[in-house]
């Protein structure tokens, strides 16, 4: 099996699919995203981005997540 | 006895709390639509009990004032209800451990029950309660479902003893029970959640936002001005009119009584706004021009709030409300403060950086007018051409625009980024939107109608006595000169302090020309907000915020008054 590529959550495409491998940032935003369940090895699907660095929208576990574009940035995902 | 109700936000605290108590308080379908506690009383085994409505919280470890305001009031209840939504069981049970290490007897209501059979999710019940050693019963509050179970469960409710875990522990703890409890059949992605994506992408997103909100403006004023004209002025003119004039004739047409119950009314017509009695423009002002508005507004806004589109819009308006020192779920408050500014200053506290709140609450008690002073823009404004109406708004978007663009300079400290659950849409269920529109509606009539009526009472009487004459001297300067407006409309703006409304009613008399008009509305619109939202304000930012935003209110209001009468003059 490939291993997929490691990308962030604001670069990933409309749609596609991957596994949060790790988030970098301080204790109190890794709090912050896992209370809505966003941590390492939770399968993640890219809905949208925006403009102009605006937040990306994820889906985790059938929820969608609005996250502002620095947040975003700090979340890797591995690519399916 | 204090019972509490506990849970994630937006899985649906409040539906399970007015099913409860019959106490009615408002919900939505986006998360932090309960920003403060409400209790309520209901009848268990012939003891009264009390509930309160907690607002909602990801965590025990608070990340904004609602949540703080849940954690605070969580030493004080005997038992705690957890509402549990059913379809993202996973999440919604983190609290629910956290809970449970705190050792107060509970019981779980797995919400949305119906919803998350239709999202092929299995939730094995025995095994639920097993693990947790709580009753856990199945509801569905917006239809009632599962409600008497969950009243007979109460007096089960248990005291396990869950260790203290950490939060690496409690997520652990959490997979392992869902995986042991939880069945989803896989389910490929629906044509209406793809129509659904539609409204967050960037181009489709932000069409689909203006158009919304263009339908808004557009649905509510057609709506409005229908009322008015078929309904409100036939009724007013038709039945109420020979009324006035009969009482009119009995108060022996003239005095100061007369001027203070029926105002103005000369021959045998009656011009209701401008005749400022209180049976003339006291009542006229509320319920024709004024309730009309409110009562579609709030229908729109009740169709918005429950379908779940807000917080899509707060997403595609973010990299707009960064550059104002705000985030996108600051258009929430903003939303509710078109209605009226109270419920959108409180809103403020699903912002939260106290820096955001102060910038939010000022732009809104500047910025965004009430759905009272939008009625009379629309009514007397709108009398001289629809361009005025539309110059009125153009203004107050950009002094919205400009002032957040100032204030994210001016004031210190953070605006955190935006991180916010989007709910799924729902079809608002036209009971729930009813009950919604009839409690503010009649929170209109209960407090708008008598200080309306306070207000004129109150106007009559200070011309009677001189008074106004003796603020006018004071104040007529810089009205005259700055701001271009007659001296007789000091009274006007000092009315503004009390009702809005009324106060630009008073203008109508004073033969104002068009440009003098929009002038007065903006200044209105930006002036001292009405005492409600002045106390809110206190409450919310405090003394010395309060402080600040008004000097910043001042200052905004007259130099866009002053710009605004040298380019119409």
Known sequence: MQEGNLVTAAE???????????????????????????????????VSSSFLKGPSVIEVEGCSIAIGFGMASRIYARTE | ???????????????????????????????????????????????????????????????????????EMLGHGDLIIDVVDATNLERNLYLTLQLLERNTPMVVALNVWDDARHHG??????????????????????????????????????VPSHPARSSAERWMAVGEIVGRVQQVSHR?????????????????????????????????????????????DPLFDGLWAPVVLRVSRLLGGGGLLHDIVVGDVAGETVHFVESFGLLTSGLYVPI???????????????????????????????????????HGYAIIPTMLGFGCNVPGVMATRVLESRRERFIAATLISIAVPCASLQAMIFGLVGQRGGRY??????????????????????????????????????????????????????????E?????????????????FGLFDAIADFCAPVVTTVLGLPRESVAALAVGFLRKDVALGMLAPLDLTAGQLVVGSVVLAMFFPCIATFIVL????????????????????????????????
């Open chain 1, 12 to 46: 990933m495409a409309d749609g596609q699919r991957g596994i949060v491998a790790r988030i970098e940032g301080g204790q109190k935003m890794l709090n912050r995203l896992e209370a809505l369940g966003i941590r390492p090895g939770r399968k993640i699907r890219k």
């Open chain 2, 1 to 71: 006895m204090k019972i509490l109700l506990v849970g994630n936000p937006n899985v649906g605290k409040s539906v399970v709390f007015s099913r409860l108590t019959g106490v009615h308080v408002l919900s939505s379908n986006y998360p932090g639509s309960t920003v403060s506690y409400t209790n309520g009383f209901m009848k268990l085994g012939g003891e009264q009990v009390e509930i309160t409505d907690v607002p909602g919280t990801y965590t025990l470890d608070p990340t904004c004032e609602a949540e703080k305001v849940a954690r």
């Open chain 2, 121 to 158: 999710i299995d939730i094995d019940l025995e095994k639920l309660e097993a693990a947790l050693g709580v009753p856990v019963v199945p509801t569905v509050a917006v239809s009632g479902e599962g409600m008497k179970q969950l009243v007979e469960a109460l007096p089960r409710a248990a």
């Open chain 2, 188 to 232: 490929h992605h629906t044509w209406k959640e793809r129509l659904a994506d539609a409204t967050l992408r960037p181009v489709s997103g932000a069409l689909i936002a203006a158009a919304v909100l263009a339908g808004i403006f557009i649905g509510v004023r057609l709506a409005s001005e229908g009322l008015i004209a078929r309904v409100m």
């Open chain 2, 288 to 326: 024709a021009m004024v309730f009309p508005y409110i009562l579609s507004f709030y229908l729109a806004l009740g169709l918005l709030e429950d379908s779940g589109y807000l917080p899509r819009l707060a997403v595609m308006l973010d990299t707009l409300m960064h550059r104002l020192g705000l």
């Open chain 2, 389 to 446: 109406v539309l110059l009125v708004y153009a203004v107050l978007f950009l002094v919205w625009m400009g002032l957040g663009f100032v204030l994210r300079r001016l004031v210190r400290g953070f605006t955190p980024e935006l991180l916010i659950e989007i709910p799924p849409y729902r079809l608002p269920s036209p009971r729930a939107i009813v009950q919604k529109l009839w409690a503010r509606v009649r929170g209109f009539f209960v």
């Open chain 2, 448 to 464: 708008a109608i008598p200080l309306v009526l306070g207000a004129v009472l109150v106007i009559n009487l200070l011309y009677s």
């Open chain 2, 538 to 569: 206190l409450r919310e930012i405090g003394l010395r915020g309060l402080a600040k935003s008004t000097g910043i209110m001042l200052a905004a209001t007259l130099v866009t008054g002053g710009i605004l009468n040298l380019l119409l003059d």
